[in-house]
């Protein structure tokens, strides 16, 4: 152990100078657990722009749409009226990473943020697979500029109005807009820009032909009845942006971007645990090194614990305040738990994860970080033991039934489940109906079939007429989605514009 | 390496465009909430910001989402006394339990229905006043302008020395100079190359002979030159001013009101009501506003804010009386052709028999020429009585200037002033 230091600091105010120390030295600690970051960007911001950072999906800048000004007077109205507390920080998958933090906070909340933001979010930014994937750091910052200013332009030159009605229709298929399989590639600004237009042109060329109505000569019957896409499609803006008829250029364009960005948080989306996880077991296991090298004393300590143990707090299910499980509570216990098997494996453990039990831990959470997202690293990674801990079980809701039931709680026989059945609650596709490009009547009325592939027999939500007029007015001629049960047979359809027919069939 | 930035300099208002956005796509449902809350308000705050509340299903965003139904599967933590195979009923109301479905889909808050949001004290006044305006105003400034206002209009070449420009004098100097020695400063080129070649090509002692010839030329045409004025009467410019005609910015508004017996609190109350809104609304219009209040029952009384709308008095009622005091208060101290003249008067509707013609005709004759508009409400649920009948062909007369409308209740007053200066169309102006 080497001898105990002088804390940096010990009252509650932060100086840039102090910043810059604990920065030094979580750094340094840091880079001694091989944790692996982009360059940070620190910056200090003040509550009001926190709200606006707030507002803009966490993004430095973004386009302009009204949702996000709803966004803003919401958290502006709950922030004012004391009725909820703004992030501490938050970190942007950008390269340089970039953190904010909040001029409030105190200097021990500062060096919590350093720690959890800088070093724990920013090294899972870079390590896990996903985010490899699927992002593309260093370039996302000047994507937004170029779609911010792209659709500045757009709203010169075709009014407000028509850009914000396309924007709602983008945005009410968002969660459709992602390729879930194939890597993107990256591109930088620059070839964007070129690349934009020469996609123009080609779409277009493209299109005149798919649409084109003078008959071709030799057609044989089997083409004719083969369907149009060949394969089914589950990136529906994909598929409007390359295949809508009616849709001018630029309107492609904001079509694509919509899908751009929806792509970039697409690996949030399921790795919120992992992630969460990750950044509160560093800042928990960096600030306890530096109380240990006696950098930082009891009393920041005291408000550390207080703060993290406020943010890892998981209220029961019957309590006022709960709110599903706390991502925060489960991806740090987690965290921990594969720390403690690899040091402290009792026999439980060495039956459970023989694999794991005895290793150097370091190098299994590395692991664990680099290779999972939330589903699978639940169903590897939970142990019966976390599972007692949390008090975890399973209700089953089956509407055909009046009652719900307990199916599984935290015992010998239920483990199993209950870590599967929390899995598949974090699996997305699981979450939001899978919902394909069907058919395009290509030599008929033009018309668009989606398929829905129902999921448990849960039917399509209420908006979803909504978002079906959205569709159309993308599509610009009629649409149709049909819910099938497995058995293939359709057991509600969905028309826009709306047919008498519509009546839900029976399930 | 971090770097670590201060950005609480930097600009803040980054969600304004989005806000505005926000409002602009709510407005209906904005302008309800504020037409509300007008009625609601008491009169002191009636110009303060406040909470707009919008149905939350109707700003919500839609997506592609699992409805009720089907079966699904839920992870809860924090087991008490469940062992598997319990079964209990489904629990009511803000779909908490299974109902909630196992995503996101649903985290809007339950059972908060409602999205309430503040807006502030201008944006309030604006939905509050949105669509209306002063009636003729337009037509009625530019005939009686007689404000004039002083204003930059380029530059001249004839003024008074105090407002010569200096810069663009001396220029216009210097572009004169430049073209008057056009010639010499050739001339002085050609010289000095000359000069040169004679160097290059000649010994000293030749050369030495020419070159002083030369030069001497040089210095003749540079003589020339410095013979120019340096600068001439024509060189100098002066900003240019005109005078232009503004309307007024003064407006004056006259609060006339009854307060016999017959007038009760309430109706006092809703009486002010109205009068705030004018005044309100008057305030957006102009820079300087005055107010003169005046109460009557058989006698006027010019009186201040506080005895107006809270002193009692009891007596019969003689219109005519307030409307003569307007009338010469306007003579006295407002000038029409200075200020834009806002007369509104609350009554509920009595008048002494007799005196309602004498009304018509102090309106007519000294009144309503000078005003910009005559508004009268009458607060009253009973029938209308003689001065009603007598305003009634005023208005036939007068219909550019004069509106009168009845209030029954409170909740009548905004409707009625909406209605007293919506925007009419040209046609009618």
């Known amino acids: 152990m080497s001898k105990k230091k002088e804390p940096i600091s010990t009252g509650p105010e932060w100086t840039f100078e102090l910043i810059q120390r604990y920065d030094e030295e979580l750094g340094r600690i840091a880079a001694e657990f091989k944790l692996d970051t982009y360059p940070n960007q620190i910056e200090v911001i003040t509550s009001e722009q926190m709200m606006d950072a707030y507002s803009s999906v966490g993004m430095p800048l973004n386009y302009n749409h009204w949702s996000f000004g709803k966004q803003f007077v919401d958290t502006e109205q709950n922030y004012k009226r004391g009725r909820m507390g703004l992030a501490y920080e938050i970190v942007i998958n950008s390269e340089p990473c970039i953190s904010y933090l909040m001029e409030e906070n105190t200097m021990t909340m500062q060096a919590l943020v350093i720690a959890h933001a800088c070093y724990g979010h920013n090294s899972f930014f870079k390590g896990n697979y996903l985010f490899q994937t699927w992002t593309d750091a260093s370039s996302i910052i000047d994507y937004l500029l170029f779609a911010k200013n792209y659709i500045a332009k757009c709203e010169e030159r075709h009014g407000v109005q028509a850009v914000e009605e396309l924007l709602d229709s983008c945005h009410s298929l968002m969660n459709y807009g992602v390729n879930r399989y194939m890597r993107p590639t990256p591109l930088t600004p620059a070839e964007e820009r070129e690349r934009q237009q020469a996609r123009e042109e080609y779409t277009q060329r493209h299109l005149n032909q798919l649409w084109n109505t003078i008959p071709q000569k030799q057609e044989s019957a089997e083409e004719m009845i083969s369907r149009f896409p060949a394969e089914p499609e589950e990136n529906l803006l994909y598929f409007v942006e390359k295949n809508a008829p009616l849709l001018e250029p630029w309107q492609r364009e904001i079509v694509r971007i919509v899908r751009k960005v929806a792509q970039y948080f697409y690996p949030q989306k399921q790795t919120q645990v992992m992630n969460e996880g990750w950044a509160c077991f560093w800042h928990y296991t960096l600030l306890n090194t530096m109380y240990d090298e006696g950098l930082v004393n009891d009393g920041f300590m005291m408000e550390f614990l207080h703060s993290h143990s406020s943010v890892v707090y998981q209220p029961p299910f019957d309590s006022p305040y709960f709110n599903g499980v706390n991502p925060y509570t489960l991806g740090?216990?987690?965290?921990?738990?594969?720390?403690?098997?690899?040091?402290?494996?009792?026999?439980?453990?060495?039956?459970?994860?023989?694999?794991?039990?005895?290793?150097?831990?370091?190098?299994?959470?590395?692991?664990?970080?680099?290779?999972?997202?939330?589903?699978?690293?639940?169903?590897?990674?939970?142990?019966?033991?976390?599972?007692?801990?949390?008090?975890?079980?399973?209700?089953?809701?089956?509407?055909?039934?009046?009652?719900?039931?307990?199916?599984?709680?935290?015992?010998?026989?239920?483990?199993?489940?209950?870590?599967?059945?929390?899995?598949?609650?974090?699996?997305?596709?699981?979450?939001?109906?899978?919902?394909?490009?069907?058919?395009?009547?290509?030599?008929?009325d033009r018309s668009l079939t989606l398929r829905h592939f129902m999921h448990s027999g849960q039917p399509m939500g209420e908006s979803t007429s909504e978002v079906m007029r959205h569709m159309h007015r993308l599509w610009g001629f009629d649409v149709c989605m049909e819910s099938t049960n497995p058995d293939g047979e359709v057991a509600q359809a969905y028309h826009c514009p709306p047919r008498h027919t519509d009546v839900p069939a029976v399930i | 390496m971090s770097y670590i930035i201060d950005r609480r300099l930097n600009a803040k208002k980054k969600s304004t465009v989005n806000r505005q956005r926000f409002l602009r796509r709510y407005r209906k449902h904005i302008k309800e909430a504020v037409e509300d809350s007008v009625n609601q308000r008491s009169i002191t705050d009636m110009d303060k910001g406040g909470s707009v509340t919008i149905p939350r299903r109707d700003i919500s965003e839609p997506s592609f989402h699992h409805g009720e139904g089907g079966i699904r599967k839920r992870v809860f933590p924090g087991n008490k006394e469940f062992v598997p195979g319990d079964e209990f009923q489904r629990p009511q109301g803000g779909g908490g339990g299974g109902g909630a479905g196992s995503g996101n889909a649903s985290?809007?808050?339950?059972?908060?229905?409602?999205?309430?949001?503040?807006?502030?004290?201008?944006?309030?006044?604006?939905?509050?006043?949105?669509?209306?305006?002063?009636?003729?105003?337009?037509?009625?400034?530019?005939?009686?302008?007689?404000?004039?206002?002083?204003?930059?209009?380029?530059?001249?070449?004839?003024?008074?020395?105090?407002?010569?420009?200096?810069?663009?004098?001396?220029?216009?100097?210097?572009?004169?100079?430049?073209?008057?020695?056009?010639?010499?400063?050739?001339?002085?080129?050609?010289?000095?190359?000359?000069?040169?070649?004679?160097?290059?090509?000649?010994?000293?002692?030749?050369?030495?002979?020419?070159?002083?010839?030369?030069?001497?030329?040089?210095?003749?045409?540079?003589?020339?030159?410095?013979?120019?004025?340096?600068?001439?009467?024509?060189?100098?410019?002066?900003?240019?001013?005109?005078?232009?005609?503004?309307?007024?910015?003064?407006?004056?508004?006259?609060?006339?009101?009854?307060?016999?017996?017959?007038?009760?609190?309430?109706?006092?109350?809703?009486?002010?009501?109205?009068?705030?809104?004018?005044?309100?609304?008057?305030?957006?219009?102009?820079?300087?506003?005055?107010?003169?209040?005046?109460r009557h029952h058989t006698h006027a009384k010019e009186v201040d804010e506080q005895e107006f709308f809270y002193s009692r008095e009891t007596g019969g009622t003689i219109v005519s009386s307030a409307l003569n005091l307007t009338a010469d208060v306007l003579e006295e101290r407002y000038n029409a052709t200075d200020w834009n003249v806002y007369v509104a008067q609350a009554?509920?509707?009595?008048?002494?028999?007799?005196?309602?013609?004498?009304?018509?005709?102090?309106?007519?004759?000294?009144?309503?020429?000078?005003?910009?508009?005559?508004?009268?409400?009458?607060?009253?649920?009973?029938?209308?009585?003689?001065?009603?009948?007598?305003?009634?062909?005023?208005?036939?007369?007068?219909?550019?200037?004069?509106?009168m409308h009845q209030i029954e209740d409170p909740a009548d007053i905004y409707g009625v002033f909406r209605k007293l200066f919506e925007k009419k169309t040209e046609g009618a102006a």
């Not at chain 2, 002083?150 to 105090?162: K, L, M, Y």
Request: net charge negative; glycine share 4%.
């Open chain 1, 332 to 444: 740090f216990h987690m965290m921990m738990d594969i720390r403690r098997i690899c040091e402290e494996p009792t026999d439980e453990d060495r039956e459970w994860f023989p694999d794991l039990a005895g290793t150097p831990w370091l190098d299994a959470i590395h692991h664990a970080m680099r290779n999972y997202k939330d589903e699978s690293f639940i169903l590897q990674y939970l142990s019966p033991r976390l599972i007692r801990e949390l008090k975890l079980f399973t209700i089953l809701d089956d509407a055909s039934n009046p009652t719900l039931k307990v199916s599984v709680i935290h015992n010998e026989l239920g483990y199993r489940q209950v870590r599967e059945d929390l899995a598949a609650q974090y699996n997305l596709g699981n979450r939001e109906p899978n919902i394909q490009v069907y058919n395009v009547d290509v030599r008929g």
């Open chain 2, 107 to 294: 985290n809007q808050g339950e059972g908060d229905d409602e999205f309430t949001f503040q807006i502030n004290q201008d944006e309030f006044l604006d939905f509050m006043f949105e669509g209306l305006e002063l009636p003729y105003l337009v037509k009625k400034q530019l005939k009686d302008a007689t404000l004039w206002e002083t204003r930059r209009a380029g530059f001249t070449n004839a003024g008074s020395p105090d407002k010569i420009h200096i810069i663009r004098s001396l220029r216009a100097a210097n572009m004169r100079r430049i073209a008057l020695s056009g010639k010499e400063r050739r001339r002085i080129r050609e010289l000095e190359r000359e000069i040169e070649s004679i160097q290059l090509r000649m010994s000293n002692g030749d050369a030495e002979e020419q070159v002083a010839k030369l030069r001497l030329e040089i210095e003749e045409q540079r003589a020339l030159i410095k013979r120019l004025p340096w600068i001439d009467d024509f060189d100098i410019k002066y900003n240019n001013t005109i005078r232009v005609p503004v309307p007024s910015s003064k407006a004056v508004m006259f609060c006339v009101m009854d307060v016999s017996g017959s007038m009760t609190q309430s109706i006092k109350d809703m009486a002010k009501r109205f009068f705030i809104l004018l005044y309100l609304f008057l305030k957006r219009n102009y820079k300087h506003i005055e107010v003169v209040f005046i």
């Open chain 2, 347 to 403: 009554s509920d509707g009595d008048n002494w028999d007799g005196d309602s013609d004498v009304c018509g005709r102090i309106l007519d004759k000294r009144i309503l020429p000078h005003v910009q508009y005559f508004s009268y409400v009458e607060i009253t649920t009973g029938p209308h009585q003689n001065l009603w009948v007598e305003y009634e062909q005023l208005q036939q007369r007068w219909n550019e200037n004069f509106a």
